[in-house]
Nanobody
Framework: EVQLQASGGGLVQAGGSLRLSCAAS????????IGWFRQAPGKEREGVSC????????YYSDSVKGRFTISRDNAKNTVYLQMNSLKPEDTAVYYC???????????????WGQGTLVTVSS
C-alpha cells in the first residue's frame, strides 16, 4: 500500500521556522519526484517546491524562494521542507505528493499524503 505521511505542521509566529517531513512507503522512493503543495482556505492548491528523483534538482515557487529548502533522504524514504522566515500568508494545509516524472504540475502527481496544517500568526 502506497503511503505518504506528512508531519511537522503547527502554529508558529511570523518570522519563525518549521520543518515538515514526508515519509513514504509502498513504492520505490528513489524513482519518484516528491513535491510539496499547499492549499489555503478558499484558495486553489499551489505548488510550493519539488525535488527531482534523478538528479536531486529542486524547484521553488517565487513566493517561497529563499525562505524554504527542500531535501530528501533516500535511505529514510523521507523528504523534508525547511521553512524559515514564515509569513501569515504561508498559512495553509501542506501536502506532499509523489510522481514518477519530474514535474511541478499537481494534476500529474500519482500519490498524495493527507496534509499537515501550518498556521502562521502575525
Amino acid at each position: 500500500e502506497v503511503q505518504l505521511q506528512a508531519s511537522g505542521g503547527g502554529l508558529v509566529q511570523a518570522g519563525g521556522s518549521l520543518r515538515l517531513s514526508c515519509a513514504a512507503s509502498g513504492f520505490t522512493f528513489d524513482d519518484y519526484t516528491i513535491g510539496w503543495f499547499r492549499q489555503a482556505p478558499g484558495k486553489e492548491r499551489e505548488g510550493v517546491s519539488c525535488i527531482n528523483r534523478s538528479d536531486g534538482s529542486t524547484y521553488y515557487s517565487d513566493s517561497v524562494k529563499g525562505r524554504f529548502t527542500i531535501s530528501r533522504d533516500n535511505a529514510k524514504n523521507t523528504v523534508y521542507l525547511q521553512m524559515n522566515s514564515l509569513k501569515p500568508e504561508d498559512t495553509a494545509v501542506y501536502y506532499c505528493a509523489a510522481d514518477s516524472t519530474p514535474t511541478t504540475v499537481a494534476s500529474s502527481y500519482d500519490y498524495w499524503g493527507q496534509g499537515t496544517l501550518v498556521t502562521v500568526s502575525s
